[in-house]
Protein backbone atom coordinates (compact mmCIF):
# COMPACT_ATOMS: atom_id res chain seq x y z
CA UNK A 1 0.00 0.00 0.00
CA UNK A 2 0.74 3.36 -0.51
CA UNK A 3 -0.23 6.59 0.32
CA UNK A 4 0.52 9.65 -1.75
CA UNK A 5 0.15 13.48 -1.09
CA UNK A 6 0.75 16.41 -3.46
CA UNK A 7 2.10 19.78 -2.44
CA UNK A 8 2.73 22.91 -4.41
CA UNK A 9 -0.24 24.22 -5.88
CA UNK A 10 -1.64 27.43 -5.98
CA UNK A 11 -1.73 30.88 -8.13
CA UNK A 12 0.82 31.67 -10.52
CA UNK A 13 0.81 34.38 -13.52
CA UNK A 14 1.31 32.96 -17.29
CA UNK A 15 4.45 32.10 -17.96
CA UNK A 16 5.55 31.34 -13.91
CA UNK A 17 6.57 28.40 -13.04
CA UNK A 18 5.32 25.57 -9.89
CA UNK A 19 7.45 23.10 -8.51
CA UNK A 20 4.60 20.62 -7.29
CA UNK A 21 5.43 17.88 -4.82
CA UNK A 22 4.37 13.90 -4.54
CA UNK A 23 5.45 12.73 -0.95
CA UNK A 24 4.71 8.79 -0.20
CA UNK A 25 4.75 6.89 2.73
CA UNK A 26 4.93 3.17 2.18
CA UNK A 27 8.59 1.20 2.30
CA UNK A 28 7.87 0.22 -1.92
CA UNK A 29 7.89 3.12 -3.06
CA UNK A 30 10.89 3.16 -4.58
CA UNK A 31 9.86 0.38 -6.01
CA UNK A 32 6.34 2.42 -8.17
CA UNK A 33 6.33 4.06 -11.33
CA UNK A 34 4.82 7.46 -11.09
CA UNK A 35 2.72 9.30 -13.14
CA UNK A 36 1.23 13.29 -13.07
CA UNK A 37 -2.41 13.69 -13.92
CA UNK A 38 -5.17 16.92 -14.33
CA UNK A 39 -8.24 17.51 -14.60
CA UNK A 40 -9.81 20.83 -15.56
CA UNK A 41 -13.76 21.38 -14.47
CA UNK A 42 -16.18 19.79 -16.87
CA UNK A 43 -12.83 17.46 -18.80
CA UNK A 44 -11.63 14.17 -18.36
CA UNK A 45 -8.27 13.11 -15.77
CA UNK A 46 -5.91 13.41 -18.72
CA UNK A 47 -2.18 12.28 -18.30
CA UNK A 48 1.00 14.89 -17.90
CA UNK A 49 4.15 12.95 -17.22
CA UNK A 50 5.59 9.73 -15.91
CA UNK A 51 8.82 8.81 -14.56
CA UNK A 52 10.24 4.73 -13.93
CA UNK A 53 10.63 3.03 -10.81
CA UNK A 54 14.33 3.59 -11.16
CA UNK A 55 13.90 7.63 -13.21
CA UNK A 56 15.65 6.42 -16.08
CA UNK A 57 12.79 6.71 -18.08
CA UNK A 58 9.97 9.83 -18.51
CA UNK A 59 7.18 10.48 -20.81
CA UNK A 60 5.14 13.18 -21.13
CA UNK A 61 2.48 14.60 -22.65
CA UNK A 62 2.25 17.10 -26.27
CA UNK A 63 1.03 19.57 -24.48
CA UNK A 64 3.72 20.10 -21.34
CA UNK A 65 6.56 18.53 -23.51
CA UNK A 66 9.65 20.98 -23.11
CA UNK A 67 7.69 22.92 -19.98
CA UNK A 68 7.38 20.68 -17.31
CA UNK A 69 10.20 17.90 -15.52
CA UNK A 70 9.56 15.23 -13.95
CA UNK A 71 12.07 14.10 -11.24
CA UNK A 72 11.98 11.39 -8.29
CA UNK A 73 13.74 11.48 -4.93
CA UNK A 74 13.96 8.10 -3.71
CA UNK A 75 16.18 8.57 -0.19
CA UNK A 76 13.13 11.44 0.17
CA UNK A 77 9.97 9.46 -0.91
CA UNK A 78 9.23 12.29 -3.58
CA UNK A 79 8.49 13.09 -6.79
CA UNK A 80 8.53 16.38 -8.47
CA UNK A 81 7.31 18.34 -11.16
CA UNK A 82 8.87 21.45 -12.34
CA UNK A 83 6.31 23.71 -14.57
CA UNK A 84 7.66 26.45 -16.47
CA UNK A 85 6.29 28.15 -19.27
CA UNK A 86 3.01 28.12 -17.39
CA UNK A 87 -0.06 29.07 -19.28
CA UNK A 88 -3.70 29.15 -18.40
CA UNK A 89 -4.88 25.91 -20.24
CA UNK A 90 -2.73 24.55 -17.32
CA UNK A 91 -5.13 25.03 -14.71
CA UNK A 92 -6.09 21.79 -12.98
CA UNK A 93 -6.09 20.05 -9.91
CA UNK A 94 -2.98 17.78 -10.33
CA UNK A 95 -2.70 14.82 -8.93
CA UNK A 96 0.32 11.89 -8.63
CA UNK A 97 -0.61 8.20 -8.87
CA UNK A 98 1.38 4.99 -8.53
CA UNK A 99 1.16 2.99 -11.07
CA UNK A 100 -0.20 -0.64 -10.96
CA UNK A 101 0.53 -3.85 -13.30
CA UNK A 102 -2.57 -3.28 -15.22
CA UNK A 103 -3.31 -0.78 -17.95
CA UNK A 104 -0.87 1.87 -19.92
CA UNK A 105 1.11 4.67 -18.34
CA UNK A 106 -0.58 7.23 -19.67
CA UNK A 107 -4.10 6.40 -18.61
CA UNK A 108 -5.45 6.39 -15.02
CA UNK A 109 -6.85 2.73 -14.92
CA UNK A 110 -3.04 2.04 -15.14
CA UNK A 111 -2.64 3.36 -11.36
CA UNK A 112 -3.25 1.63 -8.08
CA UNK A 113 -2.85 4.83 -5.74
CA UNK A 114 -3.68 8.02 -5.62
CA UNK A 115 -3.37 11.15 -3.75
CA UNK A 116 -5.74 13.66 -3.20
CA UNK A 117 -4.65 16.57 -6.01
CA UNK A 118 -3.29 20.02 -5.53
CA UNK A 119 -5.15 23.11 -7.47
CA UNK A 120 -2.62 24.43 -9.95
CA UNK A 121 -4.61 28.52 -11.39
CA UNK A 122 -2.72 30.21 -14.19
CA UNK A 123 -4.22 33.70 -14.61
CA UNK A 124 -3.61 35.53 -17.93
Known amino acids: QVQLVESGGGLVQAGGSLRLSCAASGRTFSSYAIGWFRQAPGKEREFVAF????????YYADSVKGRFIISRDSAKNTVYLQMNSLKPEDTAVYYC?????????????????WGQGTQVTVSS
Open 51 to 58: ISWSGGRT
Open 97 to 113: AARGVRGTYNYPSGYDY
